[in-house]
């Protein structure tokens, strides 16, 4: 297969986990006879300093003419402790997001043998654990209208939905618990928001042309607690914008890193492959950060393509690391070993 | 001392817990020589059955004329699974915070020794939590317009916050903070949220006025993977409506159980008690509903009005109740007592 890949490495940690990634995809691309063309373009924080806009246009178009797009992460702590800056990194990638029509984050999170000593939950609560989000990404109060009164001291941000949003994604949730164990649980707050009964209502019509998968829904301080108590009950995890970002993250708390989980961000056209993690400014350069996250991303970036053996491969790959612990210290402070490292081990093991 | 204490039981199995409050609040009258006068109204889904109204208006007059508000729990299935009904029992809770003006929500989330085998989280991490969250509890998106279109397609909800609105809350958290271990914490989206940014303008401001008190911002996703990693990291978290919501909800896993954690709700002529926990509509009459929370909100009470001896004097019994292992199922799978049960054995060792 032919690909071109467009590579946006970002802001802190994202160009050097993004680098183990493509270290991966070009063993795979040999070992399978595929031909990936990676073509690396400025985004965040760091495309602000040549030209003002976190989101160049050559790095939008490079974008839409590929066929994927691996991401690294974005964010840098001097736009984070100014809240009166006027462009900030953040704005490119959710212009990117919206622009590609990237509505649906899937993030699946799913518990390694190796990793139950690593989690901050006990064993017995995280064994098995097996779910996955899906995360409305191109709606919702992160693109409502965003307003601040002339003197500064007011502000507001609205928070809309659509039926039409709500179903594209929910019936990709559906489909997916059709392959996996058949159940869905909406996450919304429709004791107190008018768009969360919008999706509680629209969901649960929809839930009745699957009458094969179980539905249910749930608050979303409640889901919080559930998703500690007891994370095995999920199996498709569906929400809005804001609930999934907050929900996501947290769930990294089951294998005890937010450095070992991925994601992709699909739109009816396009297909962007993104660690969890944040850019993490603290560590940039310091060769710490873990690469597992934006390897797994590029396994799912196969996957997308039903690339399902290439994709095996790699996640085979990263957990002959776990096993022999070739990780980075977020995972076991013990370990010795840097993102270069990790990332040469797993791909010469593909 | 002599005070008046409106009772709002509630729905599902606030008045159960309530009914032990009582019985420990009237256990510190006798022995301490106080004079309290109990009087209950209706609120919430139950309210409704008669009025239509969940808050009726001679149920929020007792509570102006009150020296304070003992409150159990909101919410019923029935209008949880109906996203077209017109009027819901939340409606009565949250129109009762507005209307008394509560608008900090303090919510301290503390290790009990007794409770370390009760997390789902391992002993290392959750030894010694104490922590507190400022919750603002009458702005942003639970009170801001709401809309539906006409063909009911479309929903939104605005989050508003004022300079004003936040300016008091993050006061409280910085007094609060003086009197512990000096450290406060905001928790925000500011990255994508206008209004989080006029928090983190405002409340950085405020923070010079404080020099002895370290100050920290965190996205409200890092926030809630943070809670689980490392609680201890924390002291006072200050935060909006709806991140501290979750955030606090999410907290009540460092105990193993939403059962366990008090509130107070204060304005500057009100103060209502409330545990952290819902309605639980699927345990009413059981006798299984956990009454600690409701209990320790009632020593919440008692501090409110500097009455520190009696509050510890409850505060004490629950300890032994602990120790005991005189709990409810939710906290030791093994125990067999009962909501009454307990709630005798704490109100007979005051
Ligand atoms: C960087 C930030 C804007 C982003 C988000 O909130 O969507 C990130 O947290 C994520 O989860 O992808
Ligand atoms: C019942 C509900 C409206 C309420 C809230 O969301 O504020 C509850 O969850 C709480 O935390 O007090």
Redo the contacts with the bound molecule.
Sequence with gaps: MQLKIALLGGDGIGPEVLAQSVKCLKAIEETFNHRFEFVEAPFGAIAMTGSGRPLPDETLALCQESDAILFG???ALEYDNNPEAKVR??QG??RL?KELGLFA?IRPIKMFPAFLENSPLKRNIVDHTDLVIF?E?TGGI?FGKKTLSEDGTTASDLCTYSESEISRIAHLAFKAAKKRRKKVTLVDKANVLESSRLWRKTVTNIAQSYPDISFECLFIDNAAVQMMLNPRQFDVILTD??F??IL??QGSVILGSVGLLP?A?VGLENAMF?P?H??YPQAKGKNIANPVASILSSAMLLQHFGLDEEANAIVAAVHKSFVKKVVTTDVLGSSKYGTDYVGDFISENI
Excluded: H, K, T, V
Aim: zero cysteines; charged letters at 25%.
């Design positions: 992460a974005i964010g990194p953040e990638l959710l997001r984050s995360r990404l992160y914008n804001m999934g970002d996501s993250d994601s961000s993104e969890f944040g850019s």
